[in-house]
């Protein structure tokens, strides 16, 4: 059994990583959800269809609500794991630093990391949720996780 | 090195293509150093990132959300409602269980399984919320009879019992117009399945009371594991329930050891995240 409303908010939290706002993304997902219940397929997968609409409702309504750019550069980046962030990223819980880092992430790289890496979707799964090829959902997953690893891995555990 | 990156996580999450490219890839880490510590630094991070957001599953569903989803008006296919009914005292509970059918109902003609129906249940009920409403006995608009489903070995598809066997803590119990749905435990079955110990009182074509142990097996299915009904005159009562409560524990003693879900299991098997 899927529990969805629970894994909406994590997966919505990831988006935004802000604990209200991925409230309020999720309940507007899902009342767009009702009102557009006609248009899923029976058969399908409800859980991909859920993560879709909480993924546009993010794209077309909440993105130019952060205060934060969400399209990273490189350099924030480095930013964030370099020198100058240690000292204020070794005071946060790991857990923390960690979803500051994904909050860095460009904000395809994020869904696609959330959708396969948190919420266990497969690659075929993750590109029907967001509608993109799974050659896209591959490339898009190792950038995500290659920069992950290389910060994670840069100043240990 | 980013290329390598995609076939060792396609590796790692088990989405290669075909068998034969597990091999190459282990063929490869076989001989392969720098790769093999790679693939390490990708187990690491992916364990850092599931370990960030686990406290967030954990979390209960923040009432204000669900009491939205509660308050939207109804799926466009629908038609009016079920007015509640006049004089009654808990009109948000009336509201909610006929909402809760009305999703079920919903999906039903498109023939979707349990688990898919459970799993509808939950977005509208959710276990914080259905543990506080449903143990509020009350009246609850347009229910309609539904057929026994007390055969052993049949299907669960009634919707207000999956929403209960799904939905509500041991001792939540809901009225409906006919009958009263009460969940009286959670067990571990002898196979290690999660069931639930379920009573309901119905005054269908007469006075009847069923107890009965339903299963879920691993796809989320529910299964009547085993159930007893019998007709009860107003007089009889307490025999009749007496009766079907020691059928119950005989076929609990005689079948193997089970045993009582804690209350975090409890919780996990209405969150679905067991």
Same mark, same amino acid.
């Given at each position: 059994m899927v529990a969805l409303l629970p894994r909406l908010r994590r997966f919505a939290y990831g988006l935004v990583n802000d604990g209200h706002l991925a409230d309020d993304l999720v309940q507007a997902a899902c009342l767009k959800a009702m009102e557009r219940w006609d248009q899923f397929e029976p058969g399908t997968s409800l859980s991909s269809w859920m993560f879709r609409i909480v993924q546009n409702t993010w794209l077309d309504d909440y993105r130019s609500r952060q205060r934060r750019p969400t399209d990273a550069l490189d350099e924030q980046m480095e930013f964030m794991v370099g020198d100058d962030g240690t000292t204020l990223l070794e005071s946060r819980s790991e857990a923390r630093r960690v979803r500051e880092l994904i909050a860095q992430l460009p904000e395809d790289q994020r869904a696609v990391l959330l959708l396969v890496t948190v919420e266990g979707l497969s690659y075929k799964q993750t590109a029907d949720t967001l509608n993109v090829p799974v050659g896209t959902v591959m490339s898009r997953l190792a950038r995500a996780r290659s920069r992950l690893a290389d910060a994670l891995g840069r100043h240990g555990r | 090195m980013p290329h390598t990156d995609e076939q060792l996580l396609a590796y790692l999450d088990g989405q290669m293509e075909h068998e034969a490219d597990y091999h190459a890839m282990e063929a490869r880490l076989e001989t392969d150093a720098a790769l093999r510590e790679r693939l390490q630094e990708l187990v690491v991070s992916a364990e850092a990132v599931q370990l960030a957001y686990r406290a967030k599953l954990q979390e209960p569903v923040p009432a204000r959300l669900i009491d939205a989803i509660w308050k939207a !008006?109804? !799926? +466009? =296919? /629908?038609? =009016?409602p079920p007015q509640p009914r006049r %004089?009654? /005292?808990?009109p948000q509970p009336a509201n909610l269980w006929a909402r809760v059918e009305r999703w079920m109902a919903l999906l039903v003609p498109g023939r979707m399984g349990a688990a898919a129906l459970a799993s509808v249940a939950w977005i509208a009920v959710g276990a914080v919320v259905a543990t506080a409403v449903l143990r509020e006995p009350g009246n609850y608009a347009g229910h309609t009879a539904e057929p026994?489903? /007390? +055969? +052993? %070995?049949s299907a669960v598809s009634d919707p207000a019992l999956l929403t209960l066997l799904q939905g509500a803590r041991s001792g939540a119990q809901v009225q409906l117009p006919r009958r009263e749905l009460s969940v009286v435990a959670s067990l571990q079955s002898p196979e290690g399945l999660w069931c639930r110990e379920v009573t309901e009182r119905s005054s269908g074509p007469e006075l009847n009371e069923a107890h009965a142990l339903l299963c879920q097996d691993p796809a989320g299915q529910w299964t009547v594991a085993h159930a007893v009904r019998q007709a009860i005159t107003p007089n009889g009562y307490q025999t009749a329930s007496s009766t079907a409560q020691a059928d119950i524990d005989r076929f609990l003693r005689s079948s193997g050891e089970w045993r009582e879900l804690t209350e975090q299991e409890e919780a996990d098997l209405m969150r679905g995240t067991r």
């Open positions: - | !008006p109804w !799926p +466009a =296919q /629908t038609s =009016q %004089g009654d /005292t808990s026994d489903w /007390t +055969a +052993a %070995g």
